[in-house]
């Protein structure tokens, strides 16, 4: 139940951050924005509606859709989120930020947008019907979130096209970009960590150095030469991101031909890094 909570209390900090950031940034600069606020926002510069109440009517048959293939739980939080956003929009209505510099303001609407988001979807959250559909991308297809999102935003951002000049058109595409990145960022964490695979002559030292050195444990994989067509014994481990130039001078130093490979890792589980659990 303290898990619980505590997801409730970020997904209603993301969704007051997004809420705040949209009539702060996106409304007062003439901005448009992604996804069904998107929607609201094209509603609200051509009729005058309310965002906050027009978004809602709108997410009314996504969030049909999520209850029936999402879980309980997941279906709870996403009300939340839905619900919370609507209600930080109007109360959040009488800040604005008018910027000279549009390229800024796009940025700080990206900014606050991505930010907002992430820590929703960073606990278990979502905010509207296209988040429904991102996670499901996500979940069938392999998709990262911010990606789907950003494809979704851009066919409502060409709609929008029917109030905004070019100019800001262009500026909404920036904000929306900014915010489609940070997503992504704050889900996979920031220390990217690097998964390393070196194949080489020397594997033993090579690997008794790393154990010594870096206190890292690794793991040998069975290969063979494409050319030789020998047996080799490939080393695999995975270590943190200020820890790469120490295990390139490890291996330099013991096999200077020795063949290295880095990869970014955006999440790793398991001991000497984060807990299941957490």
């Known amino acids: 139940m303290k898990t619980w ?32 606020m998107g929607i609201a926002l094209i509603l609200k510069y051509l ?6 109440l027009s978004s809602i009517i709108i997410n ?14 997941s279906f ?27 390229l800024l303001a796009s940025i700080y609407a990206g900014a606050a ?25 996500q ?14 935003d851009a066919i409502v951002l060409l709609l929008s096209l029917v109030y905004l000049d070019l ?3 262009m500026y909404t595409i920036l904000a929306v970009f900014v915010g489609a990145k940070l997503i992504d960022y704050i889900q996979e964490g920031s220390y990217a960590a690097k ?10 030292q090579i690997s008794e150095q790393i154990l010594a050195e870096l206190n890292r444990g690794v793991t040998f994989l069975n290969g063979k030469g494409g050319y030789t067509r020998q047996d080799k014994e490939i080393i695999y481990c995975v270590i943190s991101r200020s820890e790469t130039v120490k295990l390139r001078n490890i291996v330099h130093e013991i096999d200077p031909s020795a063949f290295v490979i880095f990869n970014k890792v955006h999440e790793v589980f398991g001991k000497g890094w984060k807990e299941v659990n957490n």
């Open 76 to 102: 709870i939080f996403t009300i939340i989120g839905t619900v919370c956003l609507s209600v930080f929009l109007s109360v959040f209505q009488q800040y604005s930020l008018v910027m000279e510099d549009k």
């Open 5 to 36: 909570w505590i997801n409730i209390l970020f997904i209603m900090l993301g969704s007051a951050i997004m809420g705040w950031g949209i009539n702060c940034f996106n409304i007062a600069n003439g901005l448009s924005e992604g996804g069904i």
């Open 167 to 169: 100019e800001r058109a």
């Open 139 to 152: 979940k069938y297809f392999g998709w990262s979130m911010g990606s789907t999102i950003l494809l979704l």
């Open 195 to 204: 998964a390393v695979t070196i194949m080489s002559t020397m594997p033993d």
């Open 60 to 73: 009314l048959p996504l969030l049909w859709i999520g209850w029936r293939i999402m879980g309980r739980e």
């Open 47 to 52: 009729f005058g509606w309310d965002p906050g």
């Open 113 to 137: 947008v991505g930010i907002g988001l992430g820590i929703v979807f960073r606990f278990g959250g979502m905010t509207d019907g296209v988040d429904i559909i991102a996670r499901l991308f």
